[in-house]
């Protein structure tokens, strides 16, 4: 989820949809990915899910997300392909290493369904701020208490994020000379995981003073105005609900019956 | 209010938990003037006797305390119950709740928590913000403000509500030198008393009307600038620059170094 509205200027249609139906439409694909039980099935859902995650029209932040998932990918076809106990039929060879189909099969049904949760969640994320979501939860009944620790998560991998660049900022400046490999990249993070730690802490200690210092728990407190107006948004909870209990009970008698 | 502030600290002490030295060491004083400034090195007790009397120590932190804090003949719980206390503390980012897309919605925060109409809260964040040069910044995010600007919206969060006493934590450590001076300018015209911690010697001797001076938790004077720096001689605490400038000069005024520009001016035209 984005942490500011800047460059925010979403298409009409994108905005009009509000944070719990976005919510919703991330569950209803993850469980249309797990409803789906071959390799075909599987595809046409992540090609849905790829679509509206297109729509967002940030290839970049696409990627980024992707990217963070392939090494999963990669590792699960390979460890799939060599290893699932449902494997007879072999694919290709590599090296004295046979790949069996069964076993890629399954990887990428997987695959199908790790990529359709990224692609959707994409959508939630590239359309919606921390503050319109915050905001949204806060007037649909949740207390401010429980809608910060929702939302406290969403920005406290970016804020470690940041703390630990400016870390290795000053141990470059200190004259430590910057990792080329991976490996050494990873070795260097450990040293500086626990000020890393300790500082995320006592920010997250400050802020959570500061905020009961400005009143967040006052009982008089009330919902910030919503900044807009959002489409039918109690028709679009409904209608993505019955279409979430029309998934788990396909699911369920998919599960009976087979 | 604003016109009658007495804070009296009666053998105050203060221990976190878990730590065996005291933060504050049997602390008395009583304020004269409604602007109080507060300097001592590194570890002296400074923040934590804001801390105390903001309310965190002893309830946001865990730490056991002892004796009096009077505000205006009431004791400061029961004062607190009526007014409002606002704190700024040291490292601004902290201050602000990371939920709000602008500077606007980050002002409007505290309002909120006091359940103000939209109208109210248009008004006390149109105020707050031209108070502190932040009119032009208010659609911005607060993400993308410098140190010292993320100060200045820190600042205004607490200054939002229009308290009755405010509560400065170095609120100048990351400001320019030409946003400190404003700063200060602006400090001058505030009406709420306030007690402020910083290491700008020179503006806190020109600005405040009483300086206590704090050093391992004890309270080791507590008077006007002018006595201050004049009985002060430990190496530890600094001097105003215009005391050192007057000093080296030979200027004298009354009787004893200038501890501001205004009085070093003075004291240089005398002696023409």
Redesign the interface.
Known sequence: MRNNAEDLALPAWQAAIDPISKLLLILLFTLAAFTAGNLPSAIIVLAASFILALLTKNLHALWGMCAFSLFLILTMLLIQGLFWPGNHTAAFSVASLTFCQEGLDHAALLACRILTIIFSSSFFIQTTTISENARYLENSGLSYQQVYVLMSVCYILPQMQENLRKIQLAQKARGIAPAKSLLSRIKNLFPVLLPLIVKSFQQAMNRSIALQLRGYANPKRRAASLKQEYWKDKFCHRLLIANCLVLLGVKACLIIFN | MSNNFQLTISQLSLRYLGFENLALENISAQSRGKRIGIIGPSHAGKSSLLALL???AGK??PAKFSGSVRINGEELEAWRSQHEI??L?Q?P??????????VY?EL???L????KS?EEIESAVKRAADQLDLTNLLD?????LSGGQTQRVAIA?ALVTEPDLLLLDDPTSQMDPLGRQHFFSWLEKLSCPFLLISNELDDLADLCDQIWVLKDGRLLMADSPQEIFRQLDDPAIDKPVAWKMAKKLKLKLDGRYPVNAHELKEAAENAN
Do not use: V, Y
Not at chain 2, 97 to 102: I, K, P
Not at chain 2, 112 to 115: C, D, K, S, V
């Open positions: 903001a309310g965190i946001m932190i606002a704190l503390l490292d980012a902290s201050q602000l709740s990371g939920l709000a897309d602008t919605d409007a925060f505290s909120l928590n006091q359940g939209d911005q995010s607060p993400n993308q969060t």
